[in-house]
T-cell receptor, first 113, second 113 residues
Framework: DQQVKQNSPSLSVQEGRISILNCDYT??????FLWYKKYPAEGPTFLIS?????DKNEDGRFTVFLNKSAKHLSLHIVPSQPGDSAVYFC????????????FGKGTRLSVIA | DTAVSQTPKYLVTQMGNDKSIKCEQN?????MYWYKQDSKKFLKIMFS???????INETVPNRFSPKSPDKAHLNLHINSLELGDSAVYFC????????????FGAGTRLSVL
């Protein structure tokens, strides 16, 4: 039972354009969401998070949008750079982030120069 | 300096053997985790330890036994290895439990033949 779904296994984007990675969740108790980025042969690294009291959080080129009614979040990367090519994992937690993270399967982003 | 380090990076072994994976963090964190990423690419939590005490055991077979000699180390011992144990195992740590950002090791790829 996938509680966190990343339905696009891969995405290709031209350098300089916007990358939009999507994530859907089914558990209405989730109230804290994170994006992790993973390069080959490395562990995931934290990118950005959002609490359910917000609908947007921005950090430099990265913005996460949360639509609670649709149980959907998205990560926008603007402008995309070749170094952004990686696998992006969406993760969710409940009880204000005090329960184990539940991860999606990841989306592989390729930014083409 | 590697914040969360795991050894070995690769482990190839026969069914029925016993093996251990070591994990150390130098971040001064209180909580450490073991995750399993299986062939379907889901990253799932196995165990969580806070200050050497087990706080989460997510329906993992008894053949898996974590050991935390101190809060900077969380080792994973696996008895009687089975084919289905083949996966990438990630260690992680966070300042406190769950809500804080988790820092991951590079992973140990276990192949059971």
């Amino acid at each position: 039972d996938q509680q966190v779904k990343q339905n696009s296994p891969s995405l290709s984007v031209q350098e300089g354009r916007i990358s939009i990675l999507n994530c859907d969740y089914t558990n209405s108790m989730f109230d804290y969401f994170l994006w992790y980025k993973k390069y080959p042969a490395e562990g995931p690294t934290f990118l950005i998070s959002i609490s359910s009291i917000k609908d947007k959080n921005e950090d430099g080129r990265f913005t996460v949008f949360l639509n609670k009614s649709a149980k959907h979040l998205s990560l926008h990367i603007v402008p995309s750079q070749p170094g952004d090519s990686a696998v992006y994992f969406c993760a969710a937690s409940s009880n204000s982030g005090n329960t184990p993270l539940v991860f999606g399967k990841g989306t592989r982003l390729s930014v083409i120069a | 300096d590697t914040a969360v380090s795991q050894t070995p990076k690769y482990l190839v072994t026969q069914m029925g053997n016993d093996k251990s994976i070591k994990c150390e963090q130098n971040l001064g964190h209180d909580t450490m985790y073991w995750y399993k990423q299986d062939s379907k690419k889901f990253l799932k939590i196995m165990f969580s330890y806070n200050n050497k005490e087990l706080i989460i055991n997510e329906t993992v077979p008894n053949r898996f036994s974590p050991k935390s000699p101190d809060k900077a180390h969380l080792n994973l011992h696996i008895n009687s290895l089975e084919l289905g144990d083949s996966a990438v195992y990630f260690c992680a740590s966070s300042l406190r439990t769950f809500k804080n950002i988790q820092y991951f090791g590079a992973g140990t790829r276990l192949s059971v033949l």
